[in-house]
């Protein structure tokens, strides 16, 4: 089929429902006379740009090989702009050269890409992506937020963007299931609500993934951790001491799990458990296992709380768990005391108490009549450091808590800060201080000593003092 013949195929939405008319040949041969279209950043001539890339993009889509390697995108980009040119040079269509560039991006984006998102997940700069419905975009930047003025065309729009995330994971998002947890190809962690839940439409929230993980060398760099403080927590995974690492949302907790992961040693056997895969061990032997909602039959659920009792049976060295969040907590602790120990994960919390108080009621939620000591022993007895983060108001994320789970005393589970965040002052919005040593070492350093593990007594602070 010729692409004179195609034409009808790229009609705007309201030529698309029209009857088809003899006359109506007659007027769109009359659209392919010589045109000019206005850049999109004019007002007045919107409705016109968008028909046209509305038009060229659906010319494209049935000009293309539908069985064309999509992930070969190199080969699939030039294809993509010969037939783009092609179509220009066919419809008379004349454009300046930054608008036809600037069309050709675009179109590709909705191709290949995530449309409207795409130049945001390619600019890495950009840690955070929040639509909150089709026109009100907003992304994070050195941990701020900002407004950017990208638009979607639709909420239907969004709903094809996020409904392309989700397609290829196996998972669904819509009335009957309104929110999804997923991630892009790159690893960048997604979660998508729709109406009606969401009042203001599709919500989309992308927390992007490190082209570069961030390096050991770059915590010390942003002020993160001091040499001393990484010194001691290396020392920690190597001797496999159970960490917890606690804080707010996007205080920067997988980053850090990421991070210490890398300590662990390379002939360990390692099983990760996440709702949304997201860690990047350099290891060789990982097992990584995701969880997954149920389908439209309300059947199929996999918990992270099933994973972690599979895990057990998979002759793990070391579990590691992206966040704890619900009654998992129980099989988690449950693992750390029998045998698994140098185990890791993440929760949201305030502090490093809050981050107790989080795991006691969250043992509870597994519905196991358990006495409150009961509970707190097992809590004590599994894990044994707590690393805190927190998002600082200019921004920074820093870990203000290196915390001991050292004991108990009659009820109540005692802890001993091992290193503390102390601000001195801002200094143009920019917050100052550095994580210092308190003076005190451990319990636990019978532990890293027979590990083989030797620190000098100047890490823990001048006049340091071992507490046994």
């Known amino acids: 089929m010729s692409l004179l013949k195609r034409i009808e195929q790229g009609k705007s939405p309201e030529e698309s429902s029209a009857p088809a008319q003899t006359s109506g040949e007659g007027s769109r041969l009359a659209s392919l006379q010589a045109r000019r279209v206005s850049a999109p950043n004019a007002a007045p001539q919107a409705g016109s740009y968008f ?90 930047r050195k941990g701020k937020l900002h407004r950017v003025p990208v638009t979607f065309e639709s909420n239907e729009h969004v709903m094809r963007i996020i409904d392309r995330i989700v397609a290829p994971l196996g998972r669904r998002i819509d009335e009957s299931s309104p929110y999804v947890d997923a991630r892009l190809p790159d690893g960048s962690r997604v979660n998508a609500i729709i109406p009606p839940i969401s009042l203001v439409g599709p919500t989309l929230t992308i927390r992007k993934f490190a082209r570069n993980p961030i390096t050991v060398e770059q915590l010390i760099e942003f002020g993160t951790l001091t040499p001393e403080s990484l010194q001691f927590i290396k020392a920690c995974v190597e001797a496999k001491i159970n960490i917890v690492i606690s804080g707010g949302t996007g205080s920067g907790k997988t980053t850090l799990l990421n991070i210490l992961s890398g300590f662990i040693p390379a002939d360990e056997r390692i099983i990760t458990i996440e709702n949304a895969a997201e860690l990047q061990l350099r290891q060789e032997h990982v097992v990584t296992l995701e969880s997954r909602p149920p389908n439209i039959e309300g059947r199929g659920e996999i918990t992270i709380r099933q994973l972690v009792i599979n895990s057990l049976r998979m002759r793990p060295d070391r579990i590691i768990v992206g966040e704890i969040r619900d009654e998992a907590a129980l099989d988690m602790l449950q693992a750390m005391n029998t045998g698994h120990e140098g185990s890791m994960t993440t ?108 620190l000098p007594p100047a890490i823990f602070g001048v006049g340091a003092r071992q507490r046994y």
């Open 51 to 140: 028909d046209l890339k509305t038009r060229v993009q659906n010319k494209l889509l049935a000009e293309l090989d539908p069985s064309m390697d999509i992930t070969k995108t190199e080969e699939v980009r030039r294809t993509i702009q010969n037939l783009y040119e092609q179509i220009l040079n066919e419809e008379n269509i004349v454009l300046s050269r930054p608008e036809r560039a600037r069309l050709f991006e675009q179109i590709s984006a909705e191709i290949l890409g995530f449309g409207p998102l795409q130049a945001l997940l390619e600019d890495d700069s950009v840690t955070e992506i929040m639509v909150n419905g089709a026109k009100n975009i907003y992304i994070e």
């Open 347 to 454: 929760l949201h919390s305030n502090s490093p108490r809050d981050t107790l108080a989080r795991l006691e009621t969250m043992t509870l939620m597994a519905g196991m009549e358990l006495p409150a000591r009961a509970v707190r022993e097992q809590v004590t007895s599994a894990i044994n450091l707590i690393i805190h983060q927190d998002r600082m108001r200019d921004g920074s994320r820093k870990v203000v808590n290196v915390t001991e789970v050292s004991g108990m005393e009659g009820e109540v589970i005692t802890t001993t800060d091992i290193f503390v965040f102390e601000q001195t002052g801002i200094e143009g919005n920019r917050v100052i201080g550095t994580l210092r040593p308190t003076g005190l070492r451990p319990k636990f350093m019978e532990k890293l000593e027979a590990a083989g593990i030797h």
